[in-house]
């Protein structure tokens, strides 16, 4: 039996107009899998995870962010359908246009409570949670915990 595989260390990015907090940037995804999503993506070697969350922003969609905080990591073993992965994501503040680039073929603003949205990866539970913060001031709750 072969070990199990590390998770990978990545980085998504709750991008909003400035101080505008019903309205967040969504790009979709030019690879599988499809979707829209939040702009993300994997952290390179010997880059901190802040740093991974602005070069990524920039990357898919041209806009230069500013971190407002950690929502919160997520770990779920089946968040990626291509392997495990480990997110933080960060709540950012962005002025300016989006263009899509780089694994982004398009980028829209949407309101994070629009459920038809058709969002990839644990993207859907990443909005509730951002959602819960915008309502009660309160981080991602922790998941999977026995005492």
Request: aromatic share 6%; net charge negative.
């Amino acid at each position: 039996m072969a070990p199990p595989k590390t998770p990978l260390i990545t980085v998504d990015i709750i991008i909003r107009p400035l101080r505008e907090i019903r309205c967040v940037l969504l790009i979709e995804r030019r690879h599988s899998p499809s979707g829209w999503a939040l702009p993300g993506g994997f952290v390179d070697a010997g880059e901190s995870l802040e740093a991974a969350a602005v070069r990524e922003a920039k990357e898919e969609t041209g806009l230069n962010v500013e971190l407002e905080l950690l929502l919160g990591c997520y770990s779920n073993p089946n968040r990626d359908p291509r392997g495990p992965t480990v997110s933080a994501t960060y709540v950012a503040n962005a002025q300016g246009e989006p263009t899509a680039a780089d694994d982004a073929k398009d980028a829209k603003f949407a309101d994070p409570a629009d459920q038809s949205l058709k969002l990839a990866f644990d993207h859907r539970v990443i909005l509730d949670d951002y959602l819960r913060y915008i309502k009660t001031g309160e981080v991602a709750p922790l998941r999977n915990c026995r005492s």
